[in-house]
């Protein structure tokens, strides 16, 4: 699977749209873009995934470029239960593929 | 409907000793995954299931290390002879694995402390 870049951390502050940015150029044409937080304590809670068009649910919003070689994950309104590592993951999509956490990325929600 | 359970939530072994941890997957779901987190590192994947095969176990760090699905729901992760390096969260996660629906779901983890 391919490798993925994060920044290590950043700083929102509440009520502001925090958006998270991930690259992975080595990204190929089948594979998935996924995104995982993790609140302290807790296991890793799905949010989001895309192939190539934008996606949007309840959580976030997802944006990939056009060449799929970035993405950005998009909180729209940031809280302070926000605060959590982010993790952008990019996989095939089968039943019996693992994912492969990389850093992440620790945000910090600010009041 | 239930998530993903893990028993017990914390466990504290005594360095040598043999440890079992019970994973509960969401009803029906076929795939089950288990993962291991070192303290301020992502999870590593472990080993994984599809009902009860063990289908992958390229992650599992050592021979102390075994897991089993016998009848397809519920995992349990041993460690044998525990060792202060295994230390950690250790996840499970299981997925439908219904065509386009692979998303796979955490519980909140076993944490080991071998001391």
């Known amino acids: 699977d391919a490798k993925t870049t994060q920044p290590t951390s950043m700083d929102c502050a509440e009520g502001r749209a925090a958006n998270l940015p991930c690259n992975h150029s080595t990204i190929s044409g089948n594979e998935y873009v996924y995104w995982y937080r993790q609140i302290h304590s807790q296991g890793p809670q799905y949010i989001i995934h895309g192939l190539k068009n934008n996606e949007t649910n309840e959580m976030a919003s997802l944006i990939i470029t056009e060449d799929r070689k970035s993405s950005t994950l998009i909180l729209p309104h940031a809280t302070l239960r926000d605060t959590a590592v982010y993790y952008c993951?990019?996989?095939?999509?089968?039943?019996?593929?693992?994912?492969?956490f990389g850093g992440g990325t620790r945000v910090l929600v600010k009041p | 409907g239930a998530g993903v359970s893990q028993s017990p939530r914390y466990k504290v072994a005594k360095r040598g000793q043999d440890v079992a941890l019970r994973c509960d997957p969401i009803?029906?779901?076929?795939?089950l995954f288990w993962y291991q987190q070192a303290l301020g590192q992502g999870p590593e994947f472990l080993t994984y299931?599809?009902?009860?095969?063990?289908?992958?176990k390229s992650g599992l760090p050592s021979d102390r290390f075994f897991a089993e699905r016998p009848e397809g729901s519920v995992s349990t992760l041993k460690i044998q002879r525990t060792q202060q390096e295994d230390s950690a969260v250790y996840l499970c996660?299981?997925?439908?694995?219904?065509?386009?629906?692979?998303?796979?779901?955490f519980g909140p983890g076993t944490r080991l402390t071998v001391l």
């Open positions: 996660a299981s997925s439908s694995a219904l065509a386009g629906t692979d998303t796979q779901y």
């Open positions: 009803s029906g779901h076929v795939s």
């Open positions: 993951i990019v996989r095939h999509k089968a039943a019996g593929n693992k994912l492969t």
């Open positions: 299931f599809q009902n009860e095969a063990q289908l992958d």
